[in-house]
């Protein structure tokens, strides 16, 4: 991660204090909203995951827990990063998809959110989590692997 990709201090903060509001549901309901988004509003992603969701969404959220708690430690997040998009290119994950996950995510975290849902909130989460992409797309891309 480079000094561009660079999220403030309060963004981080911001998000892990809105995190826990999150962790605090059911990750099967958290998941089910998100994934229900995420293939209504992109039916062709459906395919790429089982058939039974529910230990998906454990997945998800065990994902988030652990790119949100490691948002404060960069190179210890960005190993991390690369390791899951390497992981999620063999089961199929395109650059293309991680723009409609995003989507996703956010409208998710602003629904859970409600009224709490702010202008700096929407633009930490944003910010972090073009972050996170653009770390998890360097990381598999073929320039990347090249370096």
């Not at 998009?85 to 998710?108: C, F, M, N, S």
Request: glycine share 4%.
């Amino acid at each position: 991660m480079n000094e561009e990709q660079a999220i403030s201090i309060e963004q981080v903060l911001l998000v892990k204090k809105t995190w826990r509001i999150f962790r605090a549901i059911d990750p099967a309901i958290v998941g089910d909203t998100f994934y229900s988004k995420l293939f209504s509003e992109n039916p062709s992603l459906r395919r790429l995951f089982p058939r039974n969701m529910h230990a998906q969404y454990y997945k998800l959220m065990e994902m988030l827990n652990t790119i949100i708690g490691k948002l404060d430690r960069a190179n210890e997040l960005e190993a991390e990063l690369s390791v899951m998009a390497t992981r999620q290119a063999e089961y199929g994950i395109q650059p293309a998809h991680y723009k409609w996950v995003g989507d996703a995510l956010l409208w998710t975290l602003k629904q859970g959110l409600g009224k709490d849902w702010t202008p700096n909130i929407s633009q930490a989460w944003t910010d972090v989590y073009v972050l996170v992409a653009e770390t998890m797309l360097a990381a598999v891309s073929p320039v990347a692997k090249t370096k």
